[in-house]
């Protein structure tokens, strides 16, 4: 089964519940899709078995073949092409790879070259696989690394993929192969906020979706009225505790070191696997 977990913005809990469902299973995989800042490897500190760049095709230009006829710089809607005083700039941070530039020069006087953008890394933290993916510095779209991450998914065992935060094209690559959502959303105003953000995004990509409400207090809960209003199945919630906040901060996994959140996690677990089959 292939979990997505979401949330609107950084810091609700996403990587909490990520970490610790992959941990409930007999068998899983976690799959770090926030490239841009990924931290589940701070929880599952795995032993490292590969670490692979990853690339993409960006152009050359043979300026000694280049007749100027501005064909491909026309035809880049990205603006990733120049022509200045006969000189052709490329500028790598807005190039989408498409390959048309090569394609169109008549001197094929354009060749492709690889690029790094970032890396993958994979290893093990004791039951789980981990995969995690690292965009390198000032790095535009870390849409190829997420591809790179789905095409290494197990076939077998639970996956549970830790999306970006809020609702861009990197999040919709990550729940792309999701066989179902999880939505973690804070119990304030500012948290039901986010989480429409996310829930606009699974019902646009029509995915069977729950929420995990974090930090939740006694009282009022605009985020448990958000779910009542579009009757969002809530899978658990999960309430404000200061030993819990602890052991989170530290970098502990809590499904490993207190019986009561690993019953928890495995509960949710198993009702994730209900919800995706109903």
């Keep these: 089964m292939r979990i997505a977990v979401l949330s609107g913005k950084g810091g ?19 799959v770090d899709c926030d490239v841009e800042e990924p931290n589940g490897h701070l929880f599952l500190n795995p032993d490292t078995t590969s670490k692979a760049p990853v690339t993409v095709m960006v ?30 700039l490329v500028f790598y941070e807005v190039c989408h790879s498409c390959g048309g530039c090569a394609l169109l020069c008549p001197v094929r006087a354009i060749i492709e070259k690889e690029r790094a953008i970032g890396t993958i ?34 076939k077998d065992g639970d996956i549970v993929i830790d999306c970006p935060p809020g609702s861009a094209c990197i999040v919709m690559e990550s729940i792309r192969e999701a066989d179902y959502c999880v939505l973690v959303a804070e119990p304030t105003l500012f948290g039901v906020h986010n989480l429409s953000m996310v829930y606009d995004l699974v019902s646009l990509f029509d995915k069977p979706f729950g929420v995990v409400l974090n ?37 502990h996994i809590v ?23 109903s």
Excluded: W
């Design 12 to 30: 609700t809990g996403k990587t909490f519940v990520s970490v610790n469902l992959a941990c409930a299973a007999e068998k899983a995989a976690y």
């Design 59 to 88: 152009p050359d230009v043979d300026m000694d073949k280049c007749i100027r006829c501005r064909k491909c710089v026309d035809f880049c809607k990205y603006n990733a092409l120049a022509l200045v005083k006969d000189k052709m």
């Design 121 to 154: 890394e994979e290893g093990n933290s004791g039951n789980v696989r981990v995969l995690t993916g690292c965009l390198n510095t000032g790095e535009v779209s870390g849409v190829p690394i997420i591809k790179g991450l789905m095409n290494k998914l197990p």
């Design 215 to 251: 930090k939740c207090l006694p009282g009022e809960n605009p985020a448990e009225q958000f779910c009542a209003r579009h009757q969002i199945k809530i899978l658990a919630t999960i309430f404000y505790d200061e030993e819990l906040g602890r052991l989170n901060s530290n970098g």
């Design 255 to 277: 499904a490993r070191e207190d019986k009561r959140y690993r019953e928890l996690f495995e509960r949710l677990l198993e009702e994730l696997r209900k919800e995706a089959v």
